[in-house]
């Protein structure tokens, strides 16, 4: 009888704990935002971290469009593969929790557009037209996440 409370009191316990953590892994680690977007509240350093990762998807952005223009479609690619999904493999899993999911699923699929832009330019059977055609929406992606969320360093 006894091994049966501390049986189901442990699964009880592991419920909870697979709850909480579904939870986090939805919601992450958010608050309002003094602006009325979402504050995701990250430890400075991993506040310095994300804000990298996104002037990298700026600067590949620049890449991207100032190939395009002059009708250079395999350094447009060069440009793009730099800010592919390899660029956001190494993150800490204990930052990744602290991210609402929508706003990983926006991230990564910025990541995997610029895969395929490098994709299709390495191809050599788009126009330069095309490439910024999908910048250009891979752009409204970015424009959606800085309208919804804000990133706060933790007091």
Known sequence: MKTSK?????????????????WFFINGS??????????????????DLVLSEMRGLLVATQGIVEAASKGDIPQAGKAAGKAGMAAAADVNPALMAKLPLKFKQLGMSVHRDMDEIARVAGEGEISADEILKMTANTLNKCIACHATWQLKAAD
């Open 6 to 22: 501390i049986s189901q009191a442990a699964i009880l316990l592991w419920v909870i704990s697979i709850a909480v953590f579904a």
């Open 30 to 47: 958010t608050t309002a935002g003094s602006d009325g977007r979402t504050a995701i509240v990250l430890q400075p350093t991993e506040r």
